[in-house]
């Protein structure tokens, strides 16, 4: 992940505070929306590291057909991970 768990707790809970105080959300428990929208951050925020791995194991996959042809790990990498974000429509 780019951004350390601590910081995107204080996004979070900056996040939480702005929603409540913007009265763009209700609640009787800001603790647990501040819970939520963490879990929320982390899972949106690991999504690339996820990504990365599922690239690694396709690469590996092929990585001796890859030696064979003189690839480029480098690009086949940015290759596969492009061709990742848009099956899963994600954004990065």
Do not use: C, W
Request: avoid cysteine; charge should be neutral.
């Amino acid at each position: 992940m780019l951004l350390s768990k601590e910081y995107v707790g204080y996004l979070a809970r900056e996040v939480s505070k702005k929603l409540i105080s913007g009265e763009f959300i209700e609640t009787k428990n800001p603790a647990a929306v501040t819970e939520r929208v963490h879990a929320a951050m982390l899972e949106e925020f690991a999504l690339e590291d996820r990504i990365n791995d599922e690239v690694r194991v396709i690469l590996e996959a092929y990585s001796e057909e890859m030696r064979k042809t003189g690839a480029n790990y480098q690009e086949m990498f940015k290759k596969v991970k492009n061709e990742l974000v848009r099956k899963y429509k994600a954004v990065l």
